[in-house]
């Protein structure tokens, strides 16, 4: 159990510091030795709360003009996860999902070294979103995500708090489709509940840490961690 407390603590202030891949974290810790089935009930509770407290401490940097449409991709994913899940392979989606992550995130990184006056093409944008709602509804991998709204707010405060308001979302949407599945259990719940003080500690070190950063370094992290995102999201797949 003691394992479970330092990657709770661990995957948290990743997610202080940069806003996500606590999962990523988390299920890479525990996965060498425990059921997927069992770790992500209990990533998934114990990850509302934090990106709640998120959400709230960056509301006035809050877009609806980023949130709703990813929410409403996220929900639509899900439903379309179904119908491809039987019908196409879901190991060769998940490859060109990862090396799009990457491919996104070199982008990212020229930008913030080699910055352009030129505003993004709304077009590229779109297609972004779009993908990253479906990867995210689909897999619950949401690197794409993070790029895509990296790449619509100002700053890595405002990222922080959009990007926690459509996880949020995406929680409790996926909090009652488990729930009804039988995939969240009264051990579930309760694992989650024990773990939660050091999923929070880590967090509110992470946010401490964040603030000390610099926006570029923040950035940068970022970068790093949707490139190794994506790497783990091929190398699982191939």
């Known amino acids: 159990m003691l394992l479970w407390f330092i990657a709770s603590f661990i995957a ?3 997610k202080g510091v940069c806003g996500f891949a606590n999962t990523l974290v988390f299920t890479s810790m525990l996965s060498f030795g425990t059921a997927n089935i069992e770790i992500t009930p209990v990533d998934l509770l114990m990850g509302a709360p ?3 407290i998120m959400a709230w ?3 006035k940097r809050l877009q609806l003009k980023v949130v709703l449409p990813l929410v409403a991709l996220i929900v639509a994913g899900d439903a379309v996860g179904a119908l491809l899940l039987k019908s196409v392979n879901v190991s060769a989606i998940r490859v060109v999902f990862g090396v799009a992550v990457i491919a996104v995130a070199v982008q990212m990184l ?3 070294y080699r910055p352009s006056q030129k505003k ?3 077009i590229v944008l779109a297609l972004i979103g779009l993908l990253s709602g479906v990867m995210s509804g689909l897999f619950g991998v949401a690197a794409l995500m993070v790029a895509y709204v990296s790449r619509m ?3 890595s405060e405002a990222m922080k708090a959009n990007i926690s308001a459509v996880f949020m979302a995406d929680n409790i949407f996926r909090l009652i489709l488990y729930s009804f599945m039988g995939i969240i259990t009264l051990s579930s719940l309760k694992t989650a509940l024990l773990l939660l003080p050091a999923a929070l500690l880590g967090l509110f070190v992470g946010l401490k840490c964040s ?3 610099k926006e570029s ?7 790093l961690l949707l490139i190794v995102s994506g790497l783990v999201l091929i190398a699982k797949n191939i």
């Not at 370094?217 to 970022?222: K, P």
Request: hydrophobic letters at 45%.
């Open 12 to 14: 948290f202030f990743v």
């Open 50 to 52: 934090p990106n709640l």
């Open 57 to 59: 401490r960056g509301r």
């Open 110 to 112: 020229i930008r913030q």
């Open 120 to 122: 993004a093409s709304r």
């Open 153 to 155: 707010t100002e700053n």
């Open 211 to 213: 603030s000390r950063l």
């Open 217 to 223: 370094s923040v950035r940068l992290i970022v970068v």
